[in-house]
């Protein structure tokens, strides 16, 4: 006999379907997360649900186990349980009974016990307790009308003793066939390196214990089917939108049931609930695809389609880091200004050095007044000449960080974060200031909102270049990771809503605050500190499967890179950054007149084609060959597409043979041709096909044939443009 009540609910949408049991009064458990079922009627959904229950194993309890998206041990679940926590050891394995089920803010509590509910995208919310551990929760499970699922747990104590949480996770059921891990380690100038391996009963379990999403966050963990690629294979990811400590994990239990889970991860007493007080989860992420390309299109799709994603056209970009770092001087800085104006640019950046003492990185941290040394008529200026120029003005902050050699910290030494009466240690001289102190937090909103309220400023680049270590609040010394992610997010959103139209970056270290958190308030992301283009192309291209491009910051730096100190062409150097919110690092002072018109012509290319590099379909080709690249967008409509093959290293043969250019419309005819911006890579020998300039093929023909590529020397790229023909 089955044990599963009939109540069920069908959200599909963007090719993806979420099958959930509501049944037994439980939390909602999956039956079906994945490709699109079809349209299921009653009939349909009891045998696609009773067909997925597993058998009672020998020493197992004695009836199927139900898993909802919250784990529950009270109900058999022997692997990691969505909520830890207790009251003083009491309260610790919660039993939840639903009250209540509302979708798109309907009531279901009139459904029957025979009622399936089929619909298309939409947001299921429940609400549950368990009277004896004296807690309730609100549970919430959407899918977006791109296919991308995600939940949220609220937790709140009714009790009249504290209850302390431990961990909240959520999960989301994956198929015994998906048994290949993929997900992302990293090192400052080398973000989202990718590693897989296979999966095995237990968990693989990646820990962000940084304070900040971390330059090694695993990023998205997602399991496929084996040898999943770009075009081919399933795959199923979780993400963990969270700019602090967090968790992503899979775990596979000896039943053969495996779960992708993440949350927030707690430190010791971070959440104390007193009587009447709750914990809201972040939102935890499941993206589903055919294959990587398929997950990641869903995914910037999802995003796209938010009020807030950045409509206007990305501008293009000065940061003048690699040209003065911590050398400022008004002349300077204004020919730069009229130098990058002159060949385009849009938006000029004043990175670190412009306030209190701060000539190195050692001091200064935290004094947010414009220094009088440096500047002694104030930013006005420079910030004229900009505006004057037709560009907008931006200036970098790291608010949440201080210099012991600073006013700040002789002023309030209880504003820093410390544990145990001690000073942590030092990372990039500095320490971490406390947000979650009013005090601090004031400080810090004030100093900043005075510069933007004299200066027309457009754009902020916000840094955050340490991890947290011993983060508590003095005197106490009680761990503060949680509120102090928390009081972030409230900083951002402030002085967004006093500044309306103000953009922001979210930089750390390069790209160490890169999640979904951090991206519902800003408009985009510094990829890495890394601008040399070899490793650029790497980790462009695996950002990628969670951000979409007009969101990446991709800069062409100068010839030898700061990092590497490698020197690569300027073609290479402009194509990588091409497929991402363009920008320049680069001492226009130094470039020859042939490199300024050069880099001009990007520049100009770039804007031709803005729409369809910052609203088209992300295209990567699988290859055996590891020594080449390609890369592109195609229009919605399949009317273009723009591809960059790129030669990473010397291969075994003299030519890879025909590459195949995927994601165009496979009925319509195309014209091909090269886009040569400074001609042909030096030492390449042309494709013999681009004698006539251009060639017609359909787009079934490009995607399961392809065509030639030229022979390019390692670290050399060329671009393709396939425009529909009339």
């Not at 695996?542 to 969101?551: A, F, K």
């Amino acid at each position: 006999m089955t044990l599963i009540a009939d109540f069920g609910l069908v959200l599909r949408a963007g090719g993806v379907a979420l099958v959930l049991d509501l049944g037994e009064r439980g939390l909602p458990s999956v039956v079906h997360w994945g490709a699109d079922t079809g349209a299921l009627d009653a009939s349909a959904y009891r045998a696609l649900r009773e067909t997925g229950v597993l058998p009672v194993g020998a020493s197992e309890v004695d009836v199927p186990v139900r898993v909802s998206i919250l784990p529950e041990h009270a109900r058999g679940w022997m692997g990691r349980p969505g909520v830890s926590g207790s009251r003083a050891g009491t309260a610790w394995s919660p039993l939840w009974r639903v009250s209540t089920v509302t979708l798109d803010g309907v009531p279901l509590a009139g459904a029957s016990a025979r009622t399936v509910v089929d619909h298309g995208a939409g947001t299921l919310v429940v609400t549950a307790a368990d009277e004896d551990a004296r807690l309730s929760l609100t549970l919430t499970v959407e899918l977006s009308e791109a296919g991308i699922v995600r939940t949220r747990a609220d937790l709140r104590n009714f009790g009249a003793e504290a209850y302390q949480l431990d961990d909240l996770m959520l999960c989301l059921p994956t198929p015994a066939i998906a048994s290949e891990v993929l997900d992302f380690a990293g090192r400052w100038a080398g973000e989202r390196a990718p590693q897989r391996r296979a999966l095995t009963v237990g968990t693989h379990r990646r820990e962000g214990r940084r304070g900040r999403t971390g330059l090694d966050a695993a990023t998205i963990l997602s399991v496929g089917t084996p040898g999943f690629g770009f075009a081919h294979g399933e795959v199923w990811g979780v993400h963990t939108a969270w700019s602090g400590n967090h968790v992503h994990q899979v775990e596979r239990v000896l039943s053969g049931e495996q779960l992708l889970g993440g949350g927030e991860l707690l430190l010791p007493g971070e959440v104390r609930l007193a009587r009447g007080e709750h914990y809201e989860s972040p939102w935890v992420y499941g993206i589903y695809g055919a294959g990587l390309d398929d997950a990641a299109r869903r995914m910037h799709r999802h995003l796209r389609a938010r009020p807030q994603h950045p409509r206007s056209p990305r501008p293009v970009t000065l940061n003048v880091w690699e040209a003065v770092y911590f050398d400022h001087d008004e002349g300077t800085l204004v020919d730069l200004a009229e130098r990058a104006a002159a060949i385009g640019i849009e938006r000029f950046v004043l990175d670190d050095g412009w306030f209190g003492a701060r000539r190195n990185d050692r001091a200064g941290l935290g004094d947010w007044t414009v220094s009088a040394d440096v500047w002694p008529n104030g930013l006005h200026p420079l910030v004229d000449r900009v505006r004057d120029l037709g560009m907008q003005f931006g200036l970098w902050f790291e608010p949440e960080m201080v210099n012991m050699d600073s006013d700040l910290a002789r002023s309030h030494p209880e504003w820093i974060m410390a544990t145990g009466g001690r000073l942590p240690v030092e990372s990039r001289n500095q320490q971490v200031l406390n947000l979650g102190i009013p005090e601090a937090y004031a400080h810090v909103r004030d100093a900043m909102c005075a510069i933007l309220a004299e200066y027309d400023i457009a754009y902020l680049k916000w840094d955050h270049n340490r991890d947290l270590v011993d983060a508590g609040t003095s005197p106490s010394g009680v761990a503060g990771v949680h509120e102090q992610t928390l009081a972030f997010y409230r900083l951002v959103d402030e002085i967004k809503a006093r500044h309306p139209g103000l953009e922001i970056e979210s930089c750390s270290s390069g790209g160490g605050r890169v999640d979904l958190g951090v991206l519902e308030r800003t408009e985009r992301i510094w990829v890495s500190d890394n601008n040399d283009p070899i490793d650029r192309q790497q980790t462009n291209r695996w950002t990628t499967q969670l951000v979409p491009p007009e969101l990446m910051g991709a800069h062409i730096a100068s010839g030898a890179s700061h990092t590497t100190n490698r020197l690569h062409a300027l073609s290479f150097r402009a194509i990588t950054a091409l497929f991402g919110h363009l920008g320049v690092e680069w001492d226009l002072r130094q470039a020859s007149a042939a490199e300024l018109g050069e880099l001009e012509a990007w520049i100009r290319l770039h804007k031709e084609h803005r729409e369809l590099l910052h609203g088209g379909e992300l295209v990567r080709l699988d290859h055996p060959d590891d020594s080449i690249s390609v890369n592109g967008v195609v229009a919605a409509d399949g009317s273009a597409g723009l591809y960059a093959f790129v030669s990473l290293a010397r291969a075994a043969v003299a030519s890879p043979g025909r590459i195949r250019l995927p994601g165009l419309d496979a009925d319509a005819r195309y014209r091909v041709e090269p886009l040569l911006v400074g001609g042909v890579p030096h030492g390449a020998d042309p494709a013999p096909w681009w004698e006539a300039g251009r060639l017609e093929l359909s787009g079934a023909a490009l995607a399961s044939v392809g065509v030639v590529m030229p022979a390019l020397r390692p670290e050399q790229a060329v671009l393709l443009r396939a425009v529909r023909a009339a």
